[in-house]
């Protein structure tokens, strides 16, 4: 049910919208309008970049938005499709989910194509984007409900082909931290998706609540080029972090359900230690307080592995449940290959 008048194959650039139908109260033919385009020039791989799957997470949405503004058609070598804010509407609002339907687009696949309206975006990338692209950029940070070590992440594929361009790809982004993790929180991925296709895909979290510094802008902004010219679809010398003068980036992983570590009860959470330090199994890495027994001693967050503190929750308020805290253990990237 998703449309677009934009020609996927026409060289050069153009700006448009997908039209999601949706009906409300007071608009009968009404479409969801989400800003897309495309810029074509030339041979090389298709590059489908995302931001806003999670409305409230907008370093990828500037970041695309940009990018769409500056590249010019005689700069790429194949295709990009740019599309900021995914879930537009939740990107309007400031929310993680949709405000239309309550759906979070990262669950949403396969999607229906009369579906809620996340659900029929969901359906058309899987159906219409993902089978022309060769590779899927999906930019996240913690939005506003988790702070991260601004890092490049991805899943550990099965098939070792695809695992060490996904690695490679990541690695590109240039981020101090890279970060390997698991689905605790059930199905319906969109990179996951996109990895059954076959896609080389790329995700990040960048950084996280409200108030984004510059340096992560910055990351977010120079990691995407770098990206795009290392898979070849956008022209220019690829950078390294030698070449950058930075030491070698950090590999982490948290693939274990107790790296995640969730708030035992409702409360106001304190963090104890800085993001992106090492913690010890069994160190109390931050506390609940009781704001209505202000008295009773603070219910400690005890780190179930040593590792590092790769992301924390972001607003102090928390009800009895939320991840408050991940710890990530170092590993090397031999190792992920091999396994
Ligand atoms: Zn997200």
Redesign the pocket.
Known sequence: MVVTSLDFDKPGKQQGFLQVPYSHNLGGWANVMIPITVIVHGKGPTVLALGG??GD?YQGQIAIMKLARQVMPEQVTGRLILIPSLNFPAARAATRLSPLDGMNM?RAFPGEPEGPVTSQIAHYLRTVLFPISDVVIDI??G?RSMEFVPCSHMHVVPDREQRARMMAAMLAWNSDFHFLYADIAGTGLLPVEAENQGRLVITTEMGGGEGIPASVHRLTQSGLRNVLIHVGALKGREQTRAGLGLPPAILTQALHREDYLLAPESGVFEIAVELGAKVKKGQAIGSIHHLERADRTPEPVIAQSAGYLITMRAPCLTQQGDCVAVIAQRVNARDVLRA
């Open positions: 799957n999670h997470e990262n996240h940070s939005g």
